[in-house]
């Protein structure tokens, strides 16, 4: 796979788990090749598979608006998800389904070479730092095998409880920050997380206090 279009064809015609057997459509990911920052998600909802575009149900219109928020659109990012294909009942992606899509992820993120990964919600989180609190690393820039990461909560939990949406804004703001300080080549400490100075001000918006110990919402239903 030399290509994203030839990751996408590969992706398309997978059965290597059971996910294939229910799809309408897979969801490669989408954007150029040239991205300086990435998405990942967990996995395609309804509108996903219909389309076999990432991100396109209310989650994605929430998404849209906090890419406009920090001044970039859909077309200079690529956005994908740790399996291609929609898990029955937007449940979340088993172990087994994330391990058979990783080779296209894996060969996605080569291709494009992201300065920036965001990692969206708990299970893209867990790719890289597995069993990590998405609550204590929201919004904080961290290094693991070379690749900058900067994790913040999936954009489906403003849809399942309001009271997220300013922390959500909050860490959008902080990825031209972020994107930087990649830029800059500054070293970041695989460990413990730290945060990413000068963020935009949230006017008019606080973030609220997340429990540590609470659950994120399901975030795939809402897609």
């Known amino acids: ?30 954007g150029p090749a040239s991205a300086e920052i990435m998405f990942i998600g967990e996995g395609p909802g309804a509108q996903e598979d219909r389309q076999g575009r990432p991100f396109v149900g209310p989650a994605g219109q929430f998404l849209d608006g906090l890419l406009a928020s920090i001044g970039l659109t859909r077309q200079q990012v690529f956005i994908a998800n740790m399996v291609k294909c929609r898990p029955p009942q937007n449940r979340e992606p088993q172990p087994s389904e994330m391990a058979a899509c990783r080779p ?6 080569e291709l494009i070479n992201p300065r920036l990964i965001v990692t ?16 204590r690393v929201r919004g904080k820039l961290r290094e693991k095998d070379g690749r900058l990461i900067y994790p913040v909560l999936h954009p489906a939990a403003a849809l399942h409880r309001q009271e997220l949406r ?43 206090s997340i429990p540590m110990d609470e659950k994120p919402p399901e975030q795939l239903n809402l897609f």
């Open 1 to 30: 796979m030399n290509s994203l279009e030839e990751v996408a064809r590969a992706v398309r015609q997978c059965t290597l788990c059971p996910l294939h057997q229910g799809r309408a459509n897979a969801v490669p990911g989408e």
């Open 104 to 109: 296209y992820l894996d060969r996605q993120i």
């Open 120 to 135: 969206l919600g708990r299970i893209s989180l867990f790719r890289y730092f597995p069993g990590e609190s998405i609550t």
């Open 166 to 208: 300013a922390a959500i804004i909050d860490d959008f703001r902080g990825i031209p920050a972020a994107l930087e300080q990649t830029r800059r080549g500054g070293h970041v400490p695989e460990s413990p997380a730290v945060g990413v100075a000068n963020h935009a001000p949230t006017t008019g918006l606080m973030a609220p």
